[in-house]
């Protein structure tokens, strides 16, 4: 106890800081936390600057959380025309000019700023990254991070043996939780960005007690304002390295792909409605794991779950300007149900229709031609009208954008033709509204405005406020061509109200400008 009392004495009667760095390796000990606190009773003037991975958990202790270094994403390339300095870049750069002092960033810039970003950010990531430009290059440095974490290493003498590489770095911090805090942090790695408690407790049992000690041990971060976690993107890599290893592996991802994609069904119907805008932006949050879910249950086959999803995720694609991504993920699911064939085809017919769908408004014709006949051919072999008529009113509407009139008529139709008091008034709706298109562009504004109307009351009838914007600015285009003007305006504003209440992005543009052209 000699040499406690002693420091004790010497800083009883001084105003002093005294600075403890990696404080965490003492904390198994309980004599540890004992002593800071003996220390800061017989020293009222002394003050305690401590870093550690691992919270202190006391009354008296002020916590500064130290986030990761900004850095600039390689994809985004308005950023490399930026003058704004970026941290990680600079320590990059300042930690390779001390092993290379002839290293010049202007030349590797891109190759740092993908250094950065695959470390997202970690300080001593991004320095033991530097120090290795002695004997790499940038671009060989950055392609070795993508293959693994034990490429990111020094043999530095005077750096500590457990931070010499990042996976030794958090090996350590592994080795301080329970068997049950290991297991809730490889679990959590599944997570694509921020989440919450709720999801979380539906793929693992977990309690707040375990969420906050991975929080205390710099695990997790816990953003008040949204009520969601998050988890550094390295510290997610590593974890979901453990995450395969263990043998909660397959129930994790299964509960995991069940949850979401059963959250995406749950939604169709109020993304019909005047709700949508709550709803869409429920889903904006977490897009990532909603895609995620999708491609695991296409790579574990599970098309009814696949099928039950599909029309929530084309809705909100439309809605939330996610056409690109939409199409990304029907044509993994079409390519991997070709190579592993289910015996339901007409899962397979509706995604072909859903696909050709999203290439026609994406305004890739051609391929909307192609992948519609293929639907058309199964909707045929398995007998399901539904997709038949829907397939014949996407091929309509595909001619129609290609300007051939006539061809798009005798489509619309067969539509009409393999629709039967059975369908749904979705395939009704779209006939009368792809009718009234088909009017306007002959110039037959009278008929457009007749098929229109009517499409605007099945709309409104059945409470599909989507339909009802489109309807309501083709109404009002066509008041517009007959000099109608103030006609035109009040509709186009009736359309501009529901885009704002759905939050439809797309829908907001095309009614602004709708606004502005009269």
Known sequence: AYPYTQLMFYLKKRESLLLLDNFEQLLSNDHSLQLLLDLLQASPSLFLLITSRVRLNMRREAVYSLHRLAYPD?????????????????????????????????????????????????????????????????????????????????????????QRGLRMIFDYSWHLLSEIEQHLLAALSIFQGHFTIKAANQIINSNAHSFEKLCRHSLLRFDATQDRYSMHEVIRFYASERLNGLSIQSEVWAKYTTYFLHVLSQQESALMTAHAQPVVQAIQKDFANFAQAWQHAVTTQRWQDIG????????????????????????????????????????LSRLLAEMARRHSRLGQQTQAIVVIQEALELAISVGDQHVLADSELIWSETLWHLGKYEEAEEHLQRALANTDSNQTPQIELKYWHLSGNLSFVKGDFSAARGHFERALEISRTHQYLPQQATCLNNLAATCFHVAEYESARLLHEQALKINQEMGNQFGLALSLGNLADI
């Not at 993508?146 to 043996?161: C, E, G, K, Y």
């Not at 809705?315 to 064939?341: N, W």
């Open 74 to 162: 390689p994809e985004l390339s308005r950023q490399f025309f930026s003058q704004t300095p970026y941290p990680a870049v600079e320590l990059f750069a300042q930690t390779a000019r001390r092993v290379d002092p002839h290293f010049q960033l202007e030349p590797v810039r891109n190759a740092v700023n993908t250094i950065c970003k695959l470390l997202a950010g970690l300080p001593l990531g991004i320095e033991l990254a530097a120090s290795l430009v002695q004997r790499h290059t940038c671009h060989a440095i950055a392609e070795a991070i993508a293959r693994d974490l034990d490429n990111v290493s020094t043999d530095m003498i005077d750096v500590l043996p457990r």
């Open 308 to 347: 039950q999803s599909l029309n929530a995720l084309a809705l909100y694609c439309d809605i939330g300007g996610h056409s690109r991504e939409g199409l990304m993920l029907l044509k993994e699911a079409v390519a991997t149900f070709k190579i592993q064939p289910h015996e339901n085809g007409l899962i």
